[in-house]
Structures are given as structure tokens and as C-alpha cells.
């Protein structure tokens, strides 16, 4: 199918094409199966604006299990921007369960300077009535003379594929709003809060020797070299010991003292 449309106005010209085959049963009523190949050109122009588009759609079906492939690009120039777009849908179904992945891509500029261009991905399946997804998302775009590059992933498992294993190894992974990283290296870090489950210990750490080690299960501790500048207080069944500027108190578990180095205590 062709067509052209040309006047002192605008101009356009369609061209599409459609393939299909289907194959019947006659004792199987119900039995539904296909292949198609549709596609749809157009090309505009006028005193406003130039356009042109592209839609191809490949699909397939067997009864109730379906497959396609449908492709859209288009760009459009007139005297205030232009614009470039392409997107791609991708899905299979088989019954109520489907998958799918979704291209899409975007550039524009126009005569103010303002501009952008981005990329995204989103994969998702609906599975037993429950849609799960991941979008990845990479972006450029200048607006009023401020650049922002980005890009963002959403997904509950960030992984790096590893060419030595030829698998997808977890970086880390976000379940409620947490993040868990099963080990890293950083050479230097401020925090505001540290919550332990098992233990700190330092690097070259030998029991009894070198090094420190901070037991979170059991809240004993191991320090192989202490300097305390200031007050400094340790209580326990046993007893306690009060080092502060007045001087050194040691008390016994039943709580009278045993040591008195320095001023008063009381």
C-alpha cells in the first residue's frame, strides 16, 4: 500500500506492507494460530515542520502463547527544536504470564541551548498475578546553561558480571529501603552510626598480642595497647575502676573500695 497526498500546503507520502500467514483447522475450532509482519512509513513536510515516522510489529501467535516485536522511530525538525525518538517493546506471553522489555531513546534540542538525551531499559515479567521489574535509566541534559549527567538502576539485586567465573556476581543488593554489601574495602569513611552484628576487630589483630577486638554478640572486648587521655570507667560483676582527674578508685562486687590512689572518693 502506497500512498501520496501533495498540496500547496503539505506534502505526505505512506507506504505499508503486511505479510501474514494462519494455518486452520476446521475439527479444532479454537485453535489460533499465526504470523505476521506488519509495517507503516510516513513522511510529512509543511511550513511548520518536517516529520517522518516508522512502525514495524512482528508478531506471533499459538493459541493462547504469543510473541512480538513492536518498533517505533520517529523524528520530527521544525524552527524551534528537533527531535529524534526511537522505542522497541519486546513481550511474550503464554497465558496470563507475560514478559517484556522496553527500549526507548530520546534525543532534543532546541534554539535556546536547552537539550537533552535519554536512554532507558525497563524488563519485567507478571507472573501469578504479581508484576516484578528493573529499569535501568542513563541520561544528559542541559537546561538554561546547567548540565546533569546521570544515571540510575532500580532493582532489588545490582550485580558485575565476572569474566573469570562466567557468572553475575552481586555487588550488593536493596531489600527495604537497606542496602547489603557482603564485603568491600574503603580507605576512608565518616559515620554517623554503626550498628555491629558479630564483631570489630583491627587488620593485623592476634589474640593476646597485637591489635583489637570488639566482640558485638557477647559486649566483651580485647585491647593489646590502651592510652586513655580523660576520665575513664569500667563496671562489671567483679567490681568497677574509676580513673578520673581526682585520681584512681577501685571497688570490689560488693561495691566498697579496695584501691584508693590519689584525692577523695566517696
Known amino acids: 500500500m502506497a500512498r501520496t497526498i501533495a498540496n500547496a500546503e503539505s506534502s505526505l507520502a505512506e507506504m505499508g506492507m503486511q505479510l501474514t500467514a494462519e494455518y486452520g483447522n476446521q475439527s479444532v475450532e479454537q485453535l489460533r494460530i499465526?504470523?505476521?509482519?506488519t509495517r507503516l512509513d510516513t513522511v510529512t513536510a509543511n511550513k511548520f515542520q518536517s516529520f517522518a515516522q516508522s512502525i514495524e510489529k512482528l508478531e506471533t501467535q499459538f493459541n493462547d502463547v504469543n510473541a512480538t516485536i513492536t518498533?517505533?522511530?520517529?523524528?520530527?525538525?521544525?524552527?524551534?527544536?528537533?527531535?529524534?525518538?526511537?522505542n522497541e517493546l519486546i513481550k511474550s506471553e503464554v497465558g496470563e504470564n507475560k514478559s517484556a522489555i522496553e527500549l526507548r531513546g530520546q534525543t532534543v534540542f532546541d534554539h535556546k541551548g536547552n537539550g537533552s538525551a535519554i536512554?532507558?531499559?525497563k524488563t519485567g515479567i507478571n507472573w501469578n498475578g504479581q508484576y516484578y521489574d528493573a529499569k535501568f535509566l542513563m541520561g544528559a541534559t542541559v537546561?538554561?546553561?546547567?548540565?546533569?549527567?546521570?544515571?540510575g538502576f532500580s532493582a532489588d539485586t545490582f550485580g558485575i558480571f565476572n569474566p573469570y567465573s562466567g557468572k553475575?556476581?552481586?555487588v550488593f543488593f536493596v531489600e527495604n529501603g537497606q542496602v547489603f554489601i557482603n564485603e568491600a574495602f574503603i580507605n576512608k569513611a565518616t559515620i554517623e552510626k554503626l550498628l555491629v552484628g558479630v564483631e570489630i576487630k583491627s587488620k593485623r589483630?592476634?589474640?593476646?598480642?597485637?591489635?583489637y577486638r570488639l566482640d558485638a554478640e557477647t559486649g566483651s572486648a580485647e585491647f593489646n595497647k590502651l592510652e586513655v587521655y580523660g576520665d575513664f570507667k569500667v563496671s562489671g560483676d567483679a567490681g568497677?575502676?574509676?580513673?578520673?582527674?581526682?585520681?584512681?578508685m577501685i571497688y570490689d562486687q560488693s561495691g566498697r573500695w579496695a584501691v584508693k590512689v590519689g584525692g577523695n572518693h566517696e
Open 34 to 37: 499465526k504470523a505476521s509482519i
Open 71 to 86: 518498533t517505533l522511530k520517529k523524528t520530527v525538525s521544525d524552527n524551534e527544536k528537533s527531535q529524534a525518538e526511537v
Open 119 to 121: 536512554y532507558t531499559i
Open 143 to 151: 537546561q538554561n546553561g546547567k548540565v546533569v549527567t546521570q544515571i
Open 168 to 170: 553475575l556476581e552481586p
Open 205 to 211: 589483630y592476634e589474640k593476646g598480642k597485637v591489635g
Open 240 to 248: 568497677r575502676v574509676i580513673l578520673d582527674a581526682t585520681g584512681l
